[in-house]
């Protein structure tokens, strides 16, 4: 099943919607890194990260794991770990996934730059919580916590999320 995401900010399926949050700017059809955007395209729900520290690990037919301290995501697109998961410290520029602000207690990773991987074209794009005052993500699709267990809890392996510009 594919779960829809529309440019004004829904995520739609056939049994239901949600409101999320998409990149500060906007959704594009030619993303590239550090540009804000969320990418148009089918993206694949690859697994689950949850931090055990705050989340129970949750119900999902997808592939789950645990976060730690020291995991990150390479977001250097000279490095060949771009895009992909790492161990911090890292030699490159990473994102740290063990975050304070909580948007990553619950994260699914989405397939999109990582068959294969292409320097500069986005990194890191993740379904995602959304921050408490609605902050525009990174590039990310972020839901609330209910939503994300609910779509997380009816998704299967092959599911994606299919975003619309």
């Not at 540009?35 to 055990?52: A, E, I, M, N, S």
């Not at 299967?156 to 999320?161: C, E, F, H, N, R």
């Amino acid at each position: 099943m594919d779960f829809t995401v529309h440019p004004e900010g829904t995520l739609t399926w056939p049994d239901g919607s949600f409101s999320c949050v998409l990149g500060r700017s906007g959704v594009v059809a030619n993303k590239w890194e550090g540009d804000g955007g969320t990418p148009v395209g089918r993206f694949v729900l690859r697994h689950v990260y949850f931090r055990p520290d705050r989340e129970a690990k949750p119900t999902t037919a997808l592939p789950v794991e645990a976060l730690d301290p020291t995991m990150g995501w390479c977001d250097d697109p000279s490095h060949a770990n771009y895009n992909r998961p790492v161990i911090l410290p890292h030699p490159a520029s990473c994102e740290r996934l063990w975050r304070d602000d909580g948007v990553y207690d619950l994260i699914a990773v989405l397939g999109h730059n990582d068959d294969p991987v292409i320097p500069n074209l986005g990194s890191a794009i993740f379904l995602h919580l959304v921050h408490p005052d609605r902050t525009p993500t990174q590039g990310c699709v972020a839901l609330t916590r209910a939503d994300f267990l609910t779509l997380i809890g009816i998704a299967q392996p092959g599911d994606a999320l299919d975003i619309k510009g």
